[in-house]
């Protein structure tokens, strides 16, 4: 039981964390950068957002659904 929970956990910060690589944008207006969360499937931020107040609270990471207008 222990190994599938650390499975579980594993795959949960490795997701996380190619999201957060392959999503962050330096937006021009304000110049900071921010993890873009695709408006579909919206359950990744739903899954992912408990990592977000983490993720902020560690390191001022941004992050935003969808592109910027």
Do not use: C
């Not at 997701?15 to 969360?37: C, K, M, P, Q, S």
């Amino acid at each position: 039981m222990k190994r599938i929970v650390m499975a579980v956990v594993v795959i949960y910060l490795l997701g996380y964390g190619a999201l957060r690589l392959l999503n962050a944008e330096v937006w021009d207006r304000d110049g900071h950068t921010y993890v873009l969360f695709p408006k579909s499937p919206i359950a990744l931020y739903y899954i992912y957002r408990p990592m977000t107040y983490l993720d902020s609270a560690l390191t001022g990471m941004r992050f935003h659904i969808g592109p910027h207008q």
